[in-house]
């Protein structure tokens, strides 16, 4: 399957911050999880807010258990919170030399 891991793909995490996607506006989650549905593997390193809630991460492993269970196929989950990050803020992984900055995700 493909994978479309966000903190490590230099074109996803610019696509995250653009306008560029044919909708006009910048990835979220939801177009991750649309993709998943059909031919990828899931959401992968994507970074959300530190404080987002318990609540707001069940709700998003409920979503990717419900299109893996509908579509009968196995799908991740790893997403990153961010401490002290808020939507719209990008990360700083200056020192590691596999991830690569993206703005933060909102968990709506």
Not at 31 to 44: A, E, F, K, R, T
Not at 83 to 91: I, R
Request: net charge negative; with cysteine; hydrophobic share 40%.
């Amino acid at each position: 399957g493909l994978m479309l891991p966000v903190c490590e793909d230099r074109r996803l995490a610019e696509l995250a911050s653009s306008s560029e996607t044919t909708e006009g506006r910048a990835l979220r989650i939801t177009d991750l999880l649309s993709i998943s549905s059909v031919c990828g593997v899931g959401v992968d390193t994507v970074p959300v807010p530190g404080d987002c809630t318990v609540e707001q991460v069940t709700g998003l492993i409920l979503d990717v258990a419900g299109i893996a269970s509908r579509w009968n196929k196995s799908l991740s989950l790893r997403i990153f919170p961010v401490p002290d990050k808020s939507v719209g803020d990008v990360t700083a992984f200056e020192e590691s030399p596999y991830m690569v900055n993206s703005k933060i995700f909102s968990m709506q």
